[in-house]
């Protein structure tokens, strides 16, 4: 059973709006969530990350909101940008120590049109 | 070499070969993963080591094997491939200790390997 489940394979968007990729989780003891971006034919590169005590982070375009009690994360992206395109794994985390394996979604395809 | 070095970047491979994917990372990270991604299931975590000397079993490991003799190397042997090892395979790597600082996992470019 998946514990991070982005729900929407596929987004469209066009340029200069606002793109909002969503991520939900079912283990509460994930303390630490990640969104990584992909483009084909590269590996996934870290892009923003949050702790389970934050509700907020900002990072330039880039944001992300977590509401604990929903078991809900969302990554905003503004203003969106042809580069932005990639798929969007959202990630978490249950541990706080070294042993640092993530639990992946299956990905939420962006598509930014100009 | 900076980041994450796999190799080879594709592979065919005739079904009950042996091989070796390699991985190198030059950031000293002490620990590192290896993953497979394929289409609808996202990425499974095969094998990984939270430090030099040890390793440790993922959701997906039957058919593979790992070893860490050193900081920067982690190769993925799978010993008799099949056809359901088709897969792309990414190494990753992150510096784990001292909290959250660095928290991130690095990737390589991917392994795509097709078993036939």
């Known amino acids: 059973d998946q514990q991070v489940k982005q729900n929407s394979p596929s987004l469209s968007v066009q340029e200069g709006r606002i793109s909002i990729l969503n991520c939900d989780y079912t283990?509460?003891?994930?303390?630490?969530f990640l969104w990584y971006k992909k483009y084909p034919a590269e590996g996934p590169t870290f892009l923003i990350s949050?702790?389970?005590i934050k509700d907020k982070n900002e990072d330039g375009r880039f944001t992300v909101f977590l509401n604990k009690s929903a078991k809900h994360l969302s990554l905003h992206i503004v203003p969106s940008q042809p580069g932005d395109s990639a798929v969007y794994f959202c990630?978490?985390?249950?541990?706080?120590?070294?042993?640092?394996?993530?639990?992946w979604g299956l990905g939420t395809s962006l598509a930014v049109n100009p | 070499i900076a980041g994450i070095t796999q190799a080879p970047t594709s592979q065919i491979l005739a079904a009950g070969r042996r091989m070796t994917l390699r991985c190198t990372q030059d950031?000293?990270?002490?620990?590192m993963y290896w993953y497979r991604q394929d289409l609808g299931l996202g990425l499974r975590l095969i094998h990984y080591?939270?430090?030099?000397?040890?390793?440790g079993k993922g959701e997906v490991p039957d058919g593979y094997s790992v070893s860490r003799a050193n900081t920067d190397d982690f190769p993925l042997t799978l010993a008799s491939a099949v056809p359901s090892q088709t897969s792309v395979y990414f190494c990753?790597?992150?510096?784990?200790?001292?909290?959250?600082?660095?928290?991130?996992?690095?990737f390589g470019s991917g392994t795509r390997l097709t078993v036939v």
């Open positions: 990753a790597s992150s510096d784990s200790r001292g909290g959250f600082r660095d928290y991130g996992y690095t």
């Open positions: 950031m000293r990270h002490n620990a």
């Open positions: 080591s939270n430090t030099a000397g040890t390793t």
């Open positions: 283990n509460s003891m994930f303390d630490y």
């Open positions: 949050i702790s389970s």
């Open positions: 990630a978490a985390s249950p541990d706080a120590g070294n042993n640092r394996k993530l639990i």
